[in-house]
C-alpha cells in the first residue's frame, strides 16, 4: 500500500510536469540524429523570430517515441519524411501526394505541411575500395557469394522499421545474417576503422564523401521517397513556418550537417546562419571545451538535472522508508518487499521508459521521474530495513516498560538508532539516480543527458564529456553531502547516547 502522503507528492509531480507541458509556448520534437537536431532548430528559431514561444524537445530516440508524444500533446511538430509517415506511421505503401497524405492523417488528429524541398532516403554503403575488390555497385550484388562475409554495421531504427533491413533483405532475397544494432553517430567511424563493412546512411548524411563510401544503388526502387515535411498536430497553425517551405535543398541540407558533423558548430548555430542567409553563411571553429562545458544552457541543464534527482529522491524516501518499516515490522513480508524493489532494478532503464511512456500517455519529465523514483526504492527499503534489525530488541523493550508505544518507540528510538543506515541508503539512492538521470534527456526530460544524446548522434567526444563530466561532478557532490548528513547524524547519536 502505497502511503497517502507519496501519492499526493507523484500528483503534485504530475501535475507540476502537465502544467509545465500546457504553458503557452510551441513545443518542437526531433530524432536522435544530426539533420533532426538542426531541423528542430530551424522550425524553433523561426517560431521564435515570429514572436512565438516555442521549446525544443531534442533527441527524442525513434519515431514510435514522437509519434507517441504528438498524440498526447507533449510535442506539437517535428521534422520527419514521407516515406516514414507512409510506411512506419501509416503502415501503407506508395507515395501519396501530401493532400493524400493528409487525409490519412486526419483520423489520428495530425497533419503535414511545410514541404522543405529535398529528400533524404536511405541508402547502403561500404569502403569505395573494398566495394570495387568485391565487385559490389548495387544492393543486389550484396547476394553474391563474395558478399556473404561482410559484417553489418546497422542503425537500431532501420532493423525495426518497416521500411528498413527485414523488408529490404526480403524484396532483394539477400542470404546476410541480421546483425546486432549500431548507433547512426558511429556508424562512419566504424566503417572507417574496418570494424564493420555496410552501413545504413541518408542520403544527406555530410561525411559519405569525406570517408570515401560508396553508395550502392537500388537498383529495385526499394526506397519510397522521403520528402522531408513538418508533421504536426491538426491544431497547429502552419503559418508562421511558411518561409521554410521549399528553402533547403538536397546540396543546403548537406552543407549544414557538415557544418555540425564536420566543422565544430553547434545545432543552434548552423540554425541561425541558414535563416540570417543560408547554409552558405561563412563558418567558424569549433568551440573549445570549457566553452562547451558553461555553455548558456548549462544553468538549465542542471536545474532539470536537479529536478530529475530530488524529485524522484523525494518520492523514493516518501514510500521507501515506510516500505523498510513494515518490511522490518512484520517479517514474513521482508521477502516479497525486498525482492520486489530489488526486481525492479534489474528492468533495464530504456525498456522501463518505453513502459512508463505508454503508461502515462506523455513524454518529458513524468516518466522520467517514475522510472528514477522507482530505481532509488531498494537502496532505500533494503537500509531502512537493516538498520532497524540492527537496533537491539532490549531497547525496545526498554521504551516499551517507560510507558511508550509501540509506534512512539519506533518514532522516538528505533528510528533515531537506525538514522545513520537510512542516511546511507538515501546517499546511494541519490549518486545512482545523477548518473540514471542522464537517460531521460531520450525521453525529452532534459538535464545533462541531453548533452551526451546530441554528442552522441555526432560523435562529437567533445560534446559527450560537456555532458558526462557535470553530472560525474554533482554525482560526487552529492556523495559528499550526504555524507556530511550522514556524519552528524552519527555524531548527534553518539552526543544522544553519552547524555
Known amino acids: 500500500m502505497i502511503p497517502r502522503a507519496a501519492r499526493v507528492l507523484l500528483v503534485l509531480l504530475a501535475l507540476a510536469a502537465n502544467a509545465a507541458w500546457a504553458a503557452d509556448k510551441v513545443v518542437v520534437g526531433s530524432k536522435r540524429f544530426t539533420e533532426s537536431y538542426i531541423l528542430g532548430e530551424i522550425v524553433r528559431q523561426t517560431f521564435q523570430d515570429a514572436g512565438i514561444a516555442a521549446e525544443h524537445k531534442q533527441g527524442l530516440g525513434n519515431t514510435g517515441i514522437l509519434e507517441q508524444a ?245 518520492a523514493a524516501i516518501v514510500v521507501g522508508v515506510p516500505l523498510g518499516i513494515a518490511a522490518w515490522r512484520w517479517p514474513p513480508s521482508s521477502g516479497v518487499l525486498l525482492g520486489a524493489v530489488g526486481a525492479l532494478q534489474t528492468v533495464p532503464s530504456i525498456a522501463l521508459l518505453a513502459f512508463l511512456i505508454a503508461l502515462v500517455g506523455g513524454i518529458g519529465l513524468v516518466p522520467a521521474v517514475i522510472a528514477l523514483f522507482l530505481y532509488a526504492l531498494l537502496p532505500i527499503v533494503r537500509n531502512t530495513h537493516t538498520g532497524l534489525s540492527g537496533v537491539s530488541s532490549g531497547l525496545r523493550d526498554a521504551a516499551l516498560s517507560l510507558g511508550l508505544t509501540p509506534r512512539q518507540s519506533l518514532r522516538h528510538v528505533q528510528l533515531p538508532l537506525a538514522m545513520p543506515t537510512v542516511l546511507a541508503g538515501v546517499k546511494t539512492a541519490a549518486v545512482i539516480n545523477v548518473g540514471t538521470a542522464t537517460i531521460a534527456a531520450f525521453i525529452g526530460a532534459g538535464g545533462f543527458g541531453e548533452r551526451i544524446v546530441a554528442g552522441l548522434a555526432v560523435n562529437d567526444t567533445s560534446a559527450m564529456l560537456a555532458g558526462a563530466l557535470p553530472a560525474a561532478v554533482l554525482a560526487l557532490l552529492m556523495e559528499g553531502l550526504f555524507g556530511a548528513v550522514e556524519r552528524w547524524g552519527r555524531r548527534a547519536l553518539r552526543i544522544a547516547r553519552a547524555g
Open 70 to 314: 504528438l498524440a498526447s500533446g507533449s510535442v506539437d511538430v517535428y521534422p520527419e519524411y514521407t516515406g516514414t509517415i507512409v510506411r512506419e506511421l501509416l503502415k501503407r505503401e506508395g507515395n501519396p501526394s501530401l493532400a493524400e497524405l493528409n487525409a490519412w492523417l486526419a483520423p489520428r488528429g495530425l497533419k503535414a505541411a511545410v514541404p522543405l524541398g529535398f529528400n533524404n532516403t536511405y541508402a547502403l554503403a561500404m569502403r569505395e575500395e573494398q566495394a570495387q575488390r568485391l565487385g559490389i555497385a548495387r544492393i543486389s550484388d550484396l547476394a553474391k557469394p563474395q558478399a556473404a562475409s561482410l559484417r553489418l554495421g546497422l542503425s537500431h531504427e532501420f532493423l525495426a522499421r518497416a521500411d528498413g533491413w527485414p523488408a529490404l533483405k526480403a524484396a532483394y532475397q539477400l542470404p546476410l545474417a541480421a546483425p546486432g544494432g549500431l548507433d547512426h553517430g558511429l556508424a562512419y567511424d566504424a566503417v572507417a576503422a574496418e570494424r564493420v563493412d555496410l552501413i545504413d546512411i541518408y542520403s544527406t548524411d555530410a561525411k559519405v564523401g569525406r570517408f570515401k563510401l560508396r553508395v550502392l544503388d537500388d537498383d529495385r526502387g526499394f526506397f519510397p521517397k522521403y520528402d522531408a515535411v513538418l508533421l504536426m498536430r491538426a491544431s497547429l497553425d502552419p503559418a508562421p513556418l511558411a518561409r521554410l517551405q521549399g528553402r533547403i535543398d538536397e546540396k543546403t541540407m548537406i552543407d549544414l550537417n557538415a557544418q555540425v558533423e564536420l566543422d565544430g558548430a553547434s545545432f543552434a548555430e548552423a540554425a541561425k546562419r541558414f535563416l540570417a542567409g543560408g547554409a552558405a553563411a561563412a563558418r567558424s571553429g569549433g568551440q573549445g571545451f570549457l566553452e562547451r562545458l558553461f555553455a548558456p544552457d548549462f544553468g538549465r541543464l542542471a536545474a532539470q538535472h536537479l529536478a530529475l534527482v530530488f524529485g524522484s529522491l523525494l
